[in-house]
């Protein structure tokens, strides 16, 4: 079992950063890989950003790459979120996850489904 609680989330201008944090529990986090979902109201849970349980494979989704950077330090058990440049578009619940991936193919991040670990989410409001 992984327990992941998040951390980071409020309100920015657009324009504006924000730093989310995962903090992870339980079963070992250095064999898992992280994920970081969004959802927002009245839309589908959706995978933002993703890294490999070494840090040396990382996943984004096109709508935020180059503004998020997603990291992950295992020996303190944590994962962050990096958000730079925030649009009112990004507003939405964010989600840690966390899963055990035994290979990386090109969709490896997908779908939701497959994450077996969710923290409670927290909330980023981008405000125009």
């Known amino acids: 079992q992984v327990q992941l609680v998040e951390s980071g989330g409020g309100l920015v201008q657009a324009g504006g950063s924000l730093r989310l944090s995962c903090a992870a529990s339980?079963?070992?986090?250095?064999?898992?890989?992280m994920g970081w979902f969004r959802q927002a109201p009245g839309k589908e849970r959706e995978i933002v950003a993703a890294?490999?349980?070494?840090?040396?494979?990382?996943y984004y989704t096109d709508s935020v790459k180059g503004r998020f950077t997603i990291s992950k330090d295992t020996a303190k058990n944590t994962g962050n979120l990096q958000m730079n440049s925030l649009k009112p578009e990004d507003t939405a619940v964010y989600y840690c996850?966390?899963?055990?991936?035994?290979?990386?193919?090109?969709?490896?991040?997908?779908?939701?489904?497959?994450?077996?670990?969710w923290g409670q989410g927290t909330q980023v409001t981008v405000s125009s």
């Open positions: 996850a966390a899963r055990f991936v035994r290979t990386y193919g090109s969709n490896w991040a997908e779908p939701k489904e497959s994450w077996d670990y």
């Open positions: 339980g079963r070992a986090f250095n064999i898992y890989a």
């Open positions: 890294i490999s349980e070494s840090g040396g494979i990382t």
